[in-house]
């Protein structure tokens, strides 16, 4: 609930005097914050929707406690608890200031894991989207070290690689970039952790040709939206790249390049910045695009590119198809944004 706290060193007081309530401590100040903590951190500021409320009961957390005197937005939030699947509201006390939730047992259901591969200069690399956990060990494991975890492949004409991977005991809700060996490119399923995946086809615009310089590929999910319906978009970066303060710039197009939405993106809000591309490897870049509510019916595509706020001018990249653009490539597959009552009759009626 970080996000939504009105002081935003709310959170160390909580820590802190957790830490003196039940351990003792001198010192807690350190300037190291691990990544498993951020991601989960990350992840919590999204409360109270299905992957945060499946995610709390998988850590075997069974109440949540709101102190709305201490939120920055409570007008925004309160609805929200309300509709929340995953929680149930068993009492408000000191005239209003808490309210305890109870985690339920039995969750909303999530989409399934998926992964594609995508080839670089090194070779594969299996890209892995969780909606849900995936455990490796136990959740009270989960901050130990990585250790060793096979994941199986399963190969086109049926044979079956095995692939050593470093791991930590838990894959949290996210996506994920594992590398693979070369005889892996045409898997077709890989299993880790007891479930077996379905690997995606490779769209025409991840099917890429190898440039020099910096490129992007993509492919955005799903082919059919409606206003407000959010278009999950994943972006894949090769460097090299030296300059640290670009921006990600998504656009809403249509066949026409007449844009419709513009959501911008710095690369300090946990995405990984563009000097840390690497040349052979492509860098997984996940991102979210909300289709605007007054959004006409029709084709639209997402365009991207990479922006300098010091010059005010786009960074030259190369799209999947390998020709260089000065300012926005735009990723080929189409999103057919239809109108919210058809596509809701659809629903009901399928």
């Given at each position: 609930m970080a996000a939504r706290n009105a002081s935003?060193?709310?959170?160390?007081?909580?820590?802190?005097?957790?830490?003196?309530?039940?351990?003792?401590?001198?010192?807690?100040?350190?300037?190291?914050?691990?990544?498993?903590?951020?991601?989960?951190?990350?992840?919590l500021r999204s409360c109270p929707d299905d992957a945060t409320t499946n995610l709390l009961r998988d850590m075997n957390v069974r109440y949540v406690n709101i102190n709305r005197y201490e939120l920055g937005d409570w007008n925004t939030l309160a609805p929200q608890l309300e509709a929340a699947h995953g929680l149930r509201l068993l009492g408000v006390y000191e005239n209003g200031r808490h309210s305890l939730y109870k985690i339920l047992p039995e969750q909303p259901a999530l989409p399934p894991p998926s992964a594609e591969i995508i080839i670089g200069e090194a070779g594969p690399q299996l890209a892995l989207q969780l909606a849900a956990s995936l455990w490796l060990d136990t959740?009270?494991?989960?901050?130990?070290?990585?250790?060793?975890?096979?994941?199986?492949?399963?190969?086109?004409?049926?044979?079956?690689?095995?692939?050593?991977?470093?791991?930590p005991p838990g894959l949290l809700p996210g996506n994920y970039l594992l590398p693979l060996p070369p005889q892996a490119i045409d898997a077709t399923h890989i299993s880790l952790g007891g479930q077996t995946i379905t690997?995606?086809?490779?769209?025409?615009?991840?099917?890429?040709?190898?440039v020099t310089g910096p490129q992007f590929i993509a492919r955005?999910?799903?082919?059919?939206?409606?206003?407000?319906?959010?278009?999950?978009?994943?972006?894949?970066?090769?460097?090299?790249?030296?300059q640290s303060n670009l921006v990600l710039s998504i656009n809403l197009v249509n066949a026409d390049w007449q844009f419709f939405a513009k959501h911008d993106r710095f690369f300090d809000e946990g995405l990984p910045a563009p000097y840390e591309w690497t040349a052979n490897r492509f860098t997984l870049i996940p991102c979210d695009f909300t289709i605007p509510a007054n959004t006409p019916p029709g084709d639209y595509f997402l365009a991207i590119g990479l922006f300098d706020p010091t010059s005010k001018r786009f960074v030259p990249i190369a799209g999947a198809d390998g020709v260089a653009v000065e300012a926005l490539w735009r990723i080929p597959s189409p999103i057919r944004v239809k109108p919210y009552a058809e596509s809701a009759l659809l629903a009901v009626t399928d």
């Open positions: 935003p060193t709310l959170k160390h007081q909580y820590e802190y005097y957790t830490l003196v309530h039940q351990h003792p401590i001198v010192n807690s100040a350190s300037s190291i914050v691990p990544e498993r903590y951020s991601r989960l951190h990350n992840l959740p009270a494991r989960y901050y130990q070290p990585a250790q060793p975890a096979t994941l199986f492949v399963q190969r086109a004409d049926g044979t079956q690689e095995s692939v050593i991977l470093p791991l690997v995606l086809a490779a769209p025409e615009q991840l099917v890429k040709q190898q955005s999910l799903p082919a059919n939206a409606t206003s407000n319906s959010v278009i999950p978009c994943r972006i894949y970066g090769k460097g090299p790249l030296p």
